[in-house]
C-alpha cells in the first residue's frame, strides 16, 4: 500500500521538523515548505494526498495558496494549522476551500486523525486493521520483530519508533554487507537533504543503544560510504 502523501507547509521550523518526523514515524511521506510560494510549486511536482497549511506564513499566505489550488483542484483535502482562532479567521478558511481548520496548539495525534478521515471514503476513521506475521531476523542474542517494532532480548523487550524499525530492517536484509547513506536516505526520506541525513544519524544512533544489549552485534560506520550492520 502506498504511503499517504502529505504536503507541510509551516515556516516555524522547529515545529515544522517535530510534525514531519511525528508524521514520517507514523508512516506518512511528508513534503516540508517554508512558505506560501513553495508550497505552491511542491503541489504541483509532487502532487500531494493532503495539504496541511499553515495560514500566516511569508511570500503567500495559507489562505491564497489554498484559494490559488482551488481555482483547478476542487478535491484535494486542505487542513489549515493556525493560531488565528476567531469565528470570523475559522470562516474565511472554508470560504477559502478549506476542509478542516486545526487550531495552534495542537497534538500530532491529532492532526493524523483528521488527515486519514478526511482521505477515508465515507470520512469515518477506518477500525484498526489485524496485520499478517511477518518475518523477524535474529541479530546475535537478539531478536527483531518489525512487526511489532521491537527488539528483545531474553526477557528484555526495547520498543522501536516506525523509522527506526524501517531503518534496521533495511540493514538486517542487507546483513554483512555495506548499505550507503544515500540508499537508506532515498529509501526511507525520497532523498539525501543536509536535514534528512542529520535525522538519519539520530535514528542510527538510537539503534546503536537499542543493539548494545549484545556487544557482538554492532552498526559499523564505513567512512563516507554507509553502514554495516555485523554481529
Not at 82 to 95: I, W
Not at 140 to 161: A, D, E, R, Y
Request: proline letters at 4%.
Amino acid at each position: 500500500m502506498n504511503k499517504i502523501r502529505v504536503l507541510l507547509a509551516e515556516d516555524e521550523l522547529a515545529l515544522a521538523h517535530i510534525v514531519r518526523e511525528s508524521l514520517e514515524e507514523s508512516d506518512f511521506e511528508v513534503t516540508l515548505c517554508a512558505n506560501g510560494e513553495q508550497a505552491l510549486q511542491k503541489y504541483q511536482t509532487t502532487k500531494p494526498d493532503i495539504l496541511a497549511l499553515d495560514v500566516m506564513m511569508p511570500k503567500i499566505d495559507g489562505f491564497q495558496v489554498a484559494k490559488k489550488i482551488r481555482d483547478t483542484d476542487k478535491l484535494t483535502p486542505i487542513i489549515f494549522l493556525t493560531a488565528r482562532s476567531q469565528p470570523k479567521d475559522v470562516v474565511a478558511g472554508f470560504e477559502y476551500g478549506a476542509n478542516d481548520y486545526l487550531k495552534k496548539p495542537f497534538s500530532v495525534e491529532e492532526l493524523i486523525v483528521r488527515i486519514k478521515v478526511l482521505l477515508s471514503n465515507n470520512r469515518l476513521l477506518d477500525p484498526p486493521r489485524i496485520k499478517p506475521e511477518n518475518e523477524n531476523y535474529q541479530i546475535g542474542s537478539i531478536t527483531f520483530k518489525p512487526l511489532k517494532n521491537t527488539v528483545q532480548q531474553g526477557i528484555n523487550t526495547w520498543q522501536l519508533t516506525n523509522r527506526e524499525s524501517e531503518i534496521l530492517k533495511l540493514l538486517c536484509k542487507k546483513q554483512h554487507e555495506i548499505i550507503s547513506r544515500k540508499a537508506l536516505l532515498d529509501e526511507l526520506w525520497g532523498d539525501d537533504s543536509f536535514f534528512n541525513a542529520r535525522s538519519l544519524d539520530v535514528f542510527i544512533n538510537k539503534l546503536r543503544g537499542h543493539l548494545k544489549a549484545d556487544p557482538n552485534v554492532q552498526i559499523m560506520t564505513i567512512r563516507t560510504v554507509g553502514y554495516k550492520l555485523v554481529w
